[in-house]
């Protein structure tokens, strides 16, 4: 792609993004919504959805900002729903929605239909999730969902080179599929678990810096990826079991990295998604002019009928899925929370297509004569819809149905009492630290200072109780809402007055700059404690 088109697709991509804060319709409905609009648009370039961009390059860094972001104890507490969804479901769907794909087309082969159904078996979950953040689902939903989407791709791509085999006419009997299937699966983990050590061993303790650790932190998910696709193995696993531990172990770096890796991993995150959303709307043209023999209302009527089918296919495995384990085993019926009919029918709508469908679904090679694929343009096309309708269709109506169902939310209270509660036992425990520490001649301090010291760690630790006290009645506020707001207004007012010290040069540009990161520091923490 020329650069000025991909400059064009990033502004644009982003600033569509931006609008959406302002609507309150998701980022990536709206961003698929400007696709198809600018697809339409005469003289625009072909913006052609290229697989060896897309998988090596544009799926780990997602995969591992999602991976950093997930909570490994939370998923390992839910791993039977979460394996259910991203293995069981995944290939069931390949199965189920591939055969009814061969009844329904004439002329469709089998094998090509399920080269259909692995395409587009694995949902893709970052729009889901950030619906379910934003109306604060239960964590138990948000985590399943999170965790399907982390592992579902491996799944997938290991399932689309075996009937992609099968429909090439190469030799691929069902135990040849399985052993592929165990040795991407098996070995990505592998390969995962085999660099997620030196990875974090190197960041802690080789790296000086926090642009140093940084730069090796954008370097990791690419590594991870490509050292297990040159083993045959999934690298989509190998970058998931590095990302997690990383974001397991993340507390052991030095706070300015922290504080780098995740403004750093935010943009890039921001950046990707928004252009991979919009890339799937402008792809239009492209599986239009490649549509061929079939007519516009013979290809939407199977589009119809796929999607149906996809639909239907995940409530036949959630259901099941969701019952079944509990009322065959008392272990999970006293490991596991119980759960009402709501709870799988909201996961059994979020399942929207995203953009490793379309990947995996372009990826599939052209050929000519004897070996070229079955149906090519028509498996396309039928990816390309059912990305759409699932984005659209249960993209825009799963907030209603999450209001009418009237899940309950997310306890904050109780979470900001477990906050709480946790911050007075690290903060009395630091004032033990302190008075130790200062029983040390080689520790004194002058008592202002100390005194100070004791102020910040008793403000920490009534700051989060205050939360759950009374409000202002006029500003809604609470009393370390309205702290947290005045001191920012006073550090504002800090701020100002530097720059005009430097504009009149009794300071110099590197003061300011190491005078305003200190109040930066300040003014983010202030933003967090507020926002959290």
């Not at 003289?43 to 998988?55: K, N, R």
């Not at 939903?141 to 579902?152: D, F, R």
């Not at 409530?315 to 019952?323: E, I, S």
Request: charged share 20%; aromatic share 6%.
């Amino acid at each position: 792609m020329a650069v000025m088109p991909l400059l064009l697709l990033v502004a644009g991509s982003a600033a569509v993004a931006g609008l959406a804060r302002r609507t309150p319709v998701p980022a990536p409905l709206l961003l698929v919504a400007a696709g198809l609009a600018a697809s339409t648009v005469p003289g625009l370039p072909d913006y052609t959805l290229d697989p060896h961009i897309v998988l090596p390059l544009v799926l780990p860094p997602l995969l591992h900002t999602a991976a950093l972001d997930s909570s490994y104890l939370d998923l390992r507490a839910n791993l039977r729903p979460v394996a259910l969804l991203s293995v069981g479901y995944v290939l069931f769907a390949t199965l189920v929605v591939g055969y009814a794909a061969y009844l329904v087309i004439p002329d469709l082969p089998l094998t090509a239909a399920l080269v259909l159904g692995a395409v587009i078996a694995p949902p893709d979950a970052v729009a889901a999730t950030a619906i379910a953040r934003r109306l604060g689902l239960p964590h138990r939903i948000t985590t399943i969902l999170q965790g399907e989407s982390l592992v579902n791709d491996a799944t997938a791509i290991t399932a689309y080179k075996v009937a992609l085999a099968a429909a090439l006419g190469a030799a691929t009997t069902w135990g040849e599929g399985v052993r592929e299937f165990a040795v991407a699966s098996l070995g990505g983990i592998g390969i995962g678990v085999v660099l997620m050590v030196p990875l974090h061993w190197l960041r802690v303790r080789l790296c000086e810096s926090a642009l140093l650790e940084n730069t090796l932190s954008l370097l990791i998910p690419f590594v991870a990826y490509a050292t297990a696709e040159q083993f045959g193995a999934s690298g989509v696993l190998a970058v998931v079991v590095v990302g997690l531990y990383l974001g397991h172990r993340s507390w052991q770096v030095d706070f300015e990295t922290r504080l780098q890796e995740e403004a750093v991993w935010k943009v890039v995150s921001f950046i990707l998604e928004s252009a991979v959303f919009a890339l799937i709307g402008l792809q239009l043209p492209v599986v239009l002019r490649g549509l061929g023999r079939f007519s516009g209302p013979q290809a939407l009527g199977y589009a119809a009928v796929v999607f149906l089918i996809v639909v239907l296919a995940r409530y036949v495995w959630v259901f099941p899925a969701t019952y079944l384990p509990r009322a065959l085993s008392a272990r999970i019926r006293a490991r596991e929370p119980g759960t009402n009919w709501t709870a799988p029918v909201i996961i059994g709508w979020a399942g929207m297509r995203g953009v490793v469908s379309l990947a995996i679904a372009f990826s599939i090679p052209a050929g000519h004569g004897a070996s070229a694929f079955p149906a090519r343009n028509l498996v396309l096309f039928l990816s390309f819809t059912t990305v759409i309708a699932t984005l659209v269709i249960q993209g825009l109506t799963l907030p209603p149905l999450i209001h009418a169902l009237k899940l309950p939310g997310r306890d904050t209270r109780a979470e900001t009492l477990a906050e709480a509660q946790a911050q007075n036992e690290a903060s009395r425990a630091a004032e033990e630290r302190l008075s130790e520490l200062l029983r040390d001649d080689r520790n004194a301090l002058p008592g202002p200072l100390a005194d100070r010291l004791r102020t910040i760690m008793e403000r920490r630790r009534n700051s989060v109780w205050e939360r759950l006290g009374a409000v202002n009645e006029e500003t809604g506020e609470s009393a370390d809402e309205t702290y947290r707001r005045l001191a920012r207004e006073m550090i504002d007012t800090e701020r100002q007055v530097f720059v005009q010290l430097r504009d009149a040069r009794r300071i110099d540009d590197e003061m300011l700059r190491t005078l305003l990161r200190r109040l930066d520091l300040e003014e983010a923490t202030a933003y967090r404690e507020v926002a959290s």
